[in-house]
């Protein structure tokens, strides 16, 4: 059993390092669906008809997410990844959508997609070719802008490949002014640090200030493996990414892949809630027209969401991991907190970890349930864990590769409750 000392946290929390991109979107972390991890390339629509890249399977996707409580709760873009266009542009230079397999074109799948309350995404590619090899965006950053905002696209996904990493900054700030120049309000999520990486780390001053959401690393897979290579890259290099997340501007960590394959039950609720605790875009790669009950339901969870959501937009930090356990914790508004407490054994049964309130943050000046505070279990399941001090013990039982995720909302309004025989401290 771990107990308080091991868990003992030290961190700062910092503001944004620059200014977000000031296009008035992603003033919380986007919310929606993206086909590629669960669809990737599939164009055979002789073979797979219900699951190739077609305007069917958005439209099918708009229907269900307008249908089945997924807009109520928040998710809102319908998002084409890679291998939507043909191979040619048209006679003006424009990308035009694969005939067979769009054969209403973007803009009226957009109005559709509209029609339903919700927003449509688009791909495209920084450099020469995107990754599947379509057509990539050099040399057409004004037209492919327009192209885009003239069919009504909410959202474009560019990606890196094919660009001299040298050239990467120049690109994306390009597109960036190119997207704005059309007056259409289009969110703007880049792949520009990943791609940078690998040969020098990136400016995330300059990347905020273009961008409103960025990749940095690796592309998620169906697997446990993946998400938990994805979390510790994240630890690993929180110290820089993590001041530059904030209202206006996100670290994408890459897809949701609940409710597909290759994770448990509890590696769903694991990657759910340091998805929230990371600040990070929520964006579903599943195929939700046939999706388990239980993985619905938790990425409907709607206390998850408003962590996920929380308008403050601090994403939190790794701040210990001992013993097989990470705490992860993210600072919410209104002086409260979101805890993660992350079971990275692999074997064995639940684990249970009793931690102290003082210990989950140390930053001069802030006061953890001083003098009270309490506290609520969100996952594994909803439960009021009560009223806490800084240093009573607070105990949580968790699976292997599961996450315990509370909330610490501070009592710290205090009056006196006058009474004839006595003054009485009262906390409310
Ligand atoms: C890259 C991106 C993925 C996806 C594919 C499409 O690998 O990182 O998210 O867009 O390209 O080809």
């Given at each position: ?323 097989n356990f990470e ?15 992350f079971n990275k054994l692999e ?54 590769s ?27």
């Amino acid at each position: 059993m771990c107990t308080v000392a091991c868990l003992l946290a030290l961190f700062v929390f910092t503001s944004p390092a620059a200014h977000a991109l000031d296009n008035g979107l992603a003033l919380k972390p986007t919310m929606g669906w993206l086909h590629w991890e669960r669809f990737m390339c599939n164009i055979d629509c002789d073979k797979y008809p219900n699951n190739c890249i077609s305007e069917r399977l958005y439209m099918q996707m708009a229907d269900v997410m307008a249908k089945e409580g997924w807009k109520e709760v928040g998710y809102e873009y319908v998002c084409i990844d890679d291998c939507w266009p043909s191979h040619q542009r048209d006679a003006q230079g424009r990308l035009q959508a694969d005939p067979k397999r769009f054969p209403g074109g973007i803009k009226k799948l957009a109005d559709y997609v509209h029609s339903k309350g919700l927003k449509l995404g688009i791909y495209a590619d920084v450099g020469e070719k995107t990754c599947a090899g379509y057509p990539g965006s050099l040399g057409f950053y004004e037209t492919d802008a327009q192209t885009f905002a003239d069919w009504g696209v909410d959202l474009l996904k560019f990606d890196g490949c094919y660009m001299d990493y040298t050239l990467l900054g120049e690109g994306y700030a390009n597109m960036s002014k190119a997207l704005n120049k059309t007056g259409r309000s289009i969110l703007y999520s880049c792949e520009w640090p990943l791609y940078e990486w690998p040969f020098r780390k990136p400016n995330y001053t300059a990347i905020r200030e273009a961008c409103n959401q960025w990749r940095n690393s690796a592309d998620v897979y169906d697997s446990w493996s993946s998400v938990k290579s994805i979390l510790d890259w994240t630890a690993s290099h929180e110290d820089v990414i993590v001041p530059s997340a904030g209202p206006g501007g996100w670290n994408d960590p890459d897809m949701l892949v609940i409710g597909n394959f290759g994770l448990s039950h509890a590696q769903q609720e694991s990657q759910m809630a340091l998805w929230a605790i990371m600040a990070a875009p929520l964006l579903m790669s599943n195929d939700l027209r046939d999706i388990c009950p239980r993985s619905k339901e938790l990425l409907q969870n709607r206390y998850i969401i408003a962590i996920s959501q929380d308008p403050m937009g601090k994403q939190g930090y790794r701040t210990a991991a001992v013993d097989n356990f990470e705490l992860w914790v993210r600072p919410l508004s209104k002086d409260r907190l979101a805890v993660a407490v992350f079971n990275k054994l692999e074997i064995g049964g639940p684990r249970v970890v009793s931690f102290r309130a003082v210990s989950l943050i140390a930053v001069p000046g802030w006061k953890i349930c001083d003098p009270q505070c309490n506290v609520t279990q969100i996952l594994p399941r909803y439960k009021e864990i009560g009223v806490q001090t800084p240093h009573s013990e607070i105990t949580v039982s968790i699976n292997p590769s599961g996450t315990a995720l509370l909330t610490v909302t501070p009592r710290q309004k205090l009056y006196w409750e006058d009474t004839p025989k006595r003054h009485k401290r009262i906390i409310v």
